[in-house]
């Protein structure tokens, strides 16, 4: 027995096997109505900035001569 999932766009049932051309979407529309939500970033992946800016800004990095020493 197949295993049927939601279109993430429009929640149509979707069988998934190999005959979905387009699966876990049910047509090329919602899945490029998905791809165009990622190119316009309505979708992102949240990321872990590498540091704090504002801890930057209490150690002083902000002032204007810090890097002239």
Do not use: N, Y
Not at 31 to 59: N, Q, R, Y
């Amino acid at each position: 027995m197949p295993i049927s999932v939601k279109c993430p766009i429009c929640q149509t049932q979707v069988e998934w096997s190999p005959e979905s051309k387009f699966k876990p979407f049910c047509s090329e529309r919602c899945k490029l109505i998905d791809l165009g939500d990622w190119a316009s970033e309505k979708h992102a992946i949240p990321v872990k900035p590498e540091f704090d800016h504002e801890m930057l800004d209490s150690e002083g990095f902000d002032e204007g001569d810090f890097f002239k020493h």
